[in-house]
Structure formats: structure tokens, C-alpha cells
């Protein structure tokens, strides 16, 4: 019963992802804490993005719910230009970059589809926007890791990107012991000539 139970659900979030470019600069900066901290829980590179909402364990045939107001907001919407700057952490243990750019309209775009998901009758943790993108977990027996990179990357300032897509994402977080692993089940390019 369980199993069945878990197979009619995803773990699903809506967020923007950085074109490769820009996520290539990153890993160059990150290059030497790669080779300083292999124990850390790194995210790939493919997986990296900005969660705009986190919507948690849903129904598939949720799911089905939000494809249609998701494509018209991102067809009525130009994209949002950012770029990734500085480091940061999260307890000491989860490792950050952060988001500079159009930060307001990185708000009102999440506001937006926090609005669309809730006119869409799903219940979820409507917790404030804290623009970043995590790069990596550090183990609880490694509490240094996670600081130490953070500062390395203070001085970092990324090339500005279009955000070009909103996504619709799934993870297999908690599924097994496997790392956490995404994938789009939609996206859709920003088509729109005025914001809002």
C-alpha cells in the first residue's frame, strides 16, 4: 500500500536555472574546494537552480493542474536578468551562491507563481524568498567545509543571464539512499514583452 502510495506522488518545485555559461564560470571558481573537500555532498552542476517555490510531496494528477497557468504566466513574461555573486551558508553546513540583478522582479515572478499554485488548491510552505543556489551539503562530522568555501567565494561576481525558462521540477529526495537527483517534467521560455 505504501509503495503504491509513494509511486502516485512527486517531491516538485518550481525555479529558474542559470545557462550553462554562467553555471561553468561558478565551477571554475569552485574548482580548488572540489579538490579541498571531497566529502562534501556536492549538487551536479545540471542540478543547479533557484527554487522559486517549493511545493513538497504532491499528487501526480496535481501536477496536471499547474502545466497550464505556468505556460501562460511564462508566455506573458519577459525573462529576469541575473547573476550569481558571493557565497554564503545555511547552519554551517549547506553551501550557497547568491542572486543579484533583478531582484524585484525575481520577487514579483515567484509571488506570481506562489499565487498560481495556490489558485491551484495545493497546500505548501509559503516561506519568504531567499534568492540563492545551493551548491553542496557538508557532513555533520565536517562542520568547517561548507564555512571555509563560503568565504572563498566572497569575491566571486558572475556574468548577468537572462533567466530564458521557468521549470517545473522533480527530485527523488528521500527515495532512497542514491543522492538527490532532479528533472524537468516542464518548462517554458519567457515569452512576454512587459513585465507583470
Known amino acids: ?22 553555471k561553468e564560470e561558478l565551477a571554475r571558481e569552485l574548482r580548488s574546494a572540489y579538490e579541498a573537500y571531497p566529502r562534501m555532498r556536492w549538487n551536479r552542476i545540471e542540478d543547479w537552480h533557484i527554487t522559486l517555490a517549493f511545493l513538497g510531496e504532491l499528487p501526480v494528477a496535481t501536477i496536471a493542474l499547474l502545466r497550464p497557468p505556468l505556460a501562460e504566466l511564462a508566455g506573458a513574461r519577459r525573462p529576469v536578468e541575473l547573476a550569481l555573486r558571493g557565497g554564503g551558508h545555511f547552519d554551517e ?12 522582479g525575481l520577487h514579483e515572478l515567484a509571488a506570481e507563481v506562489r499565487g498560481i499554485v495556490k489558485d491551484c488548491g495545493v497546500a505548501f510552505e509559503d516561506r519568504p524568498l531567499r534568492p540563492h543556489l545551493t551548491l553542496a551539503r557538508a557532513r555533520r562530522d565536517d562542520p568547517s ?11 566571486f561576481v558572475g556574468r548577468r543571464w537572462p533567466a530564458e525558462r521557468l521549470h517545473l521540477v522533480v527530485s527523488n529526495f528521500g527515495r532512497g539512499p542514491e543522492p538527490i537527483r532532479y528533472r524537468d517534467l516542464a518548462a517554458w521560455h519567457f515569452d512576454g514583452e512587459q513585465h507583470g
Not at 12 to 22: G, M, N, R, V, Y
Not at 93 to 104: A, P, Q, S
Open 1 to 22: 500500500m505504501n509503495e503504491h502510495i509513494q509511486s502516485a506522488t512527486v517531491r516538485a518545485f518550481i525555479a529558474l536555472a542559470p545557462p550553462d555559461e554562467a
Open 93 to 104: 553546513r549547506v553551501l550557497w551562491t547568491g542572486i543579484e540583478g533583478d531582484l524585484e
Open 145 to 155: 567545509s561548507a564555512v571555509e568555501t563560503a568565504a572563498g567565494l566572497a569575491g
